[in-house]
């Protein structure tokens, strides 16, 4: 019998090891930096909606001395009526290999291929799963607002986005550069397919989220929570666009 790892079913409904900190932990900013995706949650008049959002993280800006997350909406969206409504929003963001490993019992309805059926790529992505599974989970916590419309604020913010999210052609392979497309096309409302549009279109909104607070999840089921505070004095401005 497969020995089982004890998962440590600690505590997390409140703070957990809370530490407080200017700069977000090292791990998660690793975490933002490979990531393609994140997930931001808005909620308003208790019903929670869920977006799967192209993202850029900033250390600090010429607006901010305080790490600042940057993404782009459709104004008519319903997560943008939900963020004008409710500033609270929570995103999660991961770097796990997504791949869905076998099931032990597979059912008709679902379940990934046994080993007797899986391709050499599926065998490769199931290898690169589990040498992932030592990864984190952040979730994070902050207070989302719509850049002014047409300010220098808003301008900067959308530069750096576009720079971080656009991407050549050969470099975006298969289903990812088709996932890619999507979700360009789901932030722009545009049935087009020209690059940058989900960012550079002029009725696109900049969401800027300034980060609260973060939880670190690890496989295992250890959490740890860290409050994000403001620094002592200016911090220099760097572009953490990739």
């Known amino acids: 019998m497969e020995q089982q790892i004890t998962l440590n079913h600690e505590a997390s409904a409140g703070d957990t090891h809370k530490r407080s900190t200017s700069t977000l932990p ?3 900013v690793q ?8 997930h931001l949650a808005t909620c308003t008049d208790n019903q929670p909606h ?19 997350i940057v993404m782009t909406t459709n104004p008519a969206s319903k997560k943008t009526n939900n963020l004008v409504e409710n500033p609270n929003v929570s995103l999660l963001v991961h770097d796990w290999v997504s791949h869905r490993p076998p099931t032990s019992h597979r059912r008709p309805s679902g379940g990934s291929p046994g080993p007797e059926h ?9 290898n690169l799963n589990t040498s992932a599974v030592s990864s984190i989970s952040a979730t994070i916590g902050g207070s989302a607002r719509l850049a002014e419309r ?3 604020e808003e301008a900067y913010y959308r530069q750096q986005h576009l720079e971080n999210n ?12 088709s996932q890619h497309q999507q979700q360009q096309q789901q932030d722009s ?3 087009g397919d020209g690059q940058g549009c989900f960012v550079a279109g002029e009725e696109v909104r900049v969401v800027v989220v300034n980060i609260k607070d973060v939880r670190i999840s690890d496989w295992k089921g250890q959490v740890r ?4 505070v403001p620094q002592d004095g200016p911090a220099p401005a760097i572009n953490g666009a990739r």
């Open 26 to 28: 090292p791990e998660v």
């Open 31 to 38: 975490c933002l930096e490979n990531a393609r995706f994140l």
């Open 50 to 68: 869920v977006s799967l959002m192209n993202y850029t993280y900033l250390p600090s800006s010429p607006y901010s001395p305080a790490p600042v």
């Open 118 to 126: 899986r391709s050499s790529l599926a065998s490769l992505l199931l």
């Open 150 to 152: 047409g300010s220098d």
């Open 166 to 177: 656009t991407f050549d052609q050969e470099v975006v392979p298969g289903a990812f550069h």
């Open 189 to 191: 409302n545009s049935t």
């Open 225 to 228: 929570d860290w409050d994000i």
